[in-house]
Nanobody, 126 residues
Framework: QVQLAESGGGSVQAGGSLRLSCVGS????????MGWFRQAPGKEREGVAF????????RYADSVKGRFTISRDNAKTTVYLQMNNLKPEDTAMFYC???????????????????WGQGTQVTVSS
């Protein structure tokens, strides 16, 4: 069963941009945290960016800070990930997830998330 639906992935050259979208039911979208993860072949799933319900607090992995921006449109129950200045090492399957606050912040660990999409592939060539 699809819980969240990602779109916007594709193939781009280094330095290019992509915008990912994640849409969910209003019930799932109302989770305390929404976030993006990515997983490259042979590597563990990595937390990328997170946003709280109100949209005022965000967290980013150091590797994407300054290049990626997470945002949300509550009317559309959609979370976005704007990715600029993409690098080959960004190549991965990107997943959207929903979960709860831990200690007042959105967690980076995948274990903190209850609902998941099926993923959208991002490929960055040099």
């Amino acid at each position: 069963q699809v819980q969240l639906a990602e779109s916007g992935g594709g193939s781009v050259q280094a330095g290019g941009s992509l915008r990912l979208s994640c849409v969910g039911s209003r019930y799932i979208y109302s989770s305390e945290c929404m976030g993006w993860f990515r997983q490259a072949p042979g590597k563990e799933r990595e937390g990328v960016a997170f946003i709280n319900t109100g949209g005022g607090v965000t967290r980013y992995a150091d590797s994407v800070k300054g290049r990626f921006t997470i945002s949300r449109d509550n009317a559309k129950t959609t979370v976005y990930l704007q990715m600029n200045n993409l690098k080959p090492e960004d190549t991965a399957m990107f997943y959207c997830a929903a979960g709860d606050l831990e200690g007042g912040i959105c967690p980076f660990s995948a274990l903190g998330y209850n609902y998941w999409g099926q993923g959208t592939q991002v490929t960055v060539s040099s």
